[in-house]
């Protein structure tokens, strides 16, 4: 695991876009649970964190794919490949994330 940000970085609600050991990754805070996800479309390869979280996921700004919070599966076209999910602690009002270990 390895320190992301403070909690309190975290809008609810909003992505928010870091780098862990060269993996590009978006954080998404719902009240006390904290969503990490590879930050890249797998359908064209763009920020996710550029994005927007709606009740589908987290929607890709250019073409609308969306992705669930909690497996990474696309819940709307055009993507049709899931994104990587990373293991998340929180510690002390710290985020930890855990970029060794994926699903998908």
């Known amino acids: 695991m390895i320190r992301a940000c403070a909690l309190s970085d975290l809008d609810d609600g909003k992505p928010f876009g870091v780098e862990i050991d060269d993996e590009p990754v978006v954080l998404v ?3 006390d649970e904290v969503h990490a996800l590879r ?3 797998s359908h064209a390869t763009l920020a996710l964190s550029e994005g927007e979280v709606t009740r589908k996921g987290i929607e890709c700004w ?3 794919s969306c992705f669930d919070l ?3 599966a696309p819940s709307s076209l055009p993507a049709t490949e899931p994104v ?3 293991g998340v602690e929180i510690r002390d009002g ?3 994330v855990d970029v060794a ?3 998908n």
């Open 39 to 41: 930050d890249e479309c």
């Open 84 to 86: 990587d999910v990373f």
């Open 62 to 64: 250019l073409h609308g």
């Open 70 to 72: 909690r497996t990474g």
């Open 94 to 96: 710290d985020v930890y």
């Open 101 to 103: 270990t994926t699903t």
């Open 29 to 31: 805070r719902q009240g």
